[in-house]
């Protein structure tokens, strides 16, 4: 993930100062808002989880909101930056080798690229999947200063205290974070499973985001199948340990080159900010695996009825 437009030298542009969404804080054990029976993954019940991530933010941006709140909260935030609308190619089981464009991914970036010239920022943003409403489950702001307008470590790290409270886990010495339980409270301390979590989401970017190459306008070049996703609930079949069971309790915000690896008095001329829930990505992975299956599973019967109903051959 490149970086993008710049905050000035204002080191409270970073993030929009306020009080951290709740100063008490719980131990490491919380309960999901997710749901275990069979209305786990609805899309009413992604919506009744998504109202509930609205007390921490990005800039304005907030977990949980729709495509249309996400730009609307990005033009408020900064009217300059460039939006651009990207689609994952999601195959149908029923239909292989073609596939459906469907929502995945917003970026939102500075016409300016090149530290040297001004500050840059890119906003890059990725929504649940079908066949839940699309809804924002991930957040990844990356801002760079102006070469020779470095901010200070120690400030960066006060900015966003002030906003998210105290740091509660670091990661590899790089980065510290911030785990919230599904009520927006602070974790006392993290540990695993709930860190494993968060080490292995925030090392995961967001499909077409970033200051690279560009897929294909209005792509990702991100597949969705039957054969490349599987169910999180079974923490040996997956990929993505961010939408396992155990991380759907939390949410988690962490920033880059603020951690113990750096010398407060050391000078930055980037930062990159991750926002994302556990909760929206288990309940989408879930609800698009079991969807995906069942149309195969659908597709395998119909098949397997029309062979039965068929005569055999004269002997």
């Known amino acids: 993930m490149g ?17 951290p969404p709740n100063s008490g804080s719980q131990p490491a054990t919380t309960s999901s808002p997710v749901a275990t029976g069979a209305d786990c993954c609805t899309p009413d019940a992604m919506k009744k989880t998504a109202a509930l991530l609205g007390f921490v933010d990005i800039v304005g941006i907030k977990l949980g909101m729709t495509p249309e709140q996400v730009v609307a909260a990005v033009k408020a935030y900064n ?10 190619r999601l195959e149908h089981p029923s239909n292989p080798g073609t596939f459906v464009r469907v929502p995945y991914t917003i970026n939102a970036y500075s016409a300016n690229n090149r530290q040297d010239l001004g500050p840059v920022e890119w906003i890059a943003m990725q929504f649940t999947l079908q066949p839940g409403p699309p809804l924002l489950e991930k957040v990844v702001r990356s801002t760079g200063f102006v070469n020779n307008q470095p901010v200070m470590t120690s400030n960066l790290l006060q900015s966003l205290q002030k906003k998210y409270g105290q740091e509660n886990y670091t990661q590899r010495g790089d980065s510290v974070g911030w785990v919230y339980d599904s009520n927006g409270k602070l974790l006392t301390r993290v540990s695993n499973p709930q860190g494993t979590c968060a080490s292995d989401g925030f090392a995961t970017g967001v499909p077409g985001g970033g200051s690279g190459p560009h897929p294909p306008p209005g792509e990702t070049g991100a597949g969705v199948s039957l054969s490349n996703t599987t169910d999180p609930s079974n923490p040996a079949l997956t990929n993505l340990p961010e939408a396992g069971p155990d991380c759907a309790p939390i949410v988690w915000v962490a920033a880059s080159h603020v951690g113990e690896g750096y010398a407060p ?51």
Not at 3 to 19: A, F, L, M, R
Request: proline share 5%; hydrophobic share 35%; net charge negative.
């Open 265 to 315: 008095n050391s000078q930055q001329t980037s930062m990159t900010v991750t926002m994302e829930s556990g909760a929206l990505m288990y309940m989408s992975r879930k609800a698009t695996h079991a969807w995906l299956q069942a149309e195969a599973d659908g597709k395998a019967k119909q098949e397997s009825d029309a062979a039965a109903a068929r005569s055999a051959p004269k002997l």
């Open 79 to 88: 009217p300059s930056l460039k939006i651009e609308n990207l689609t994952a």
């Open 3 to 19: 970086v993008g437009p710049d905050i000035g030298n204002s080191v409270s542009q970073i993030e929009n100062p306020g009080q």
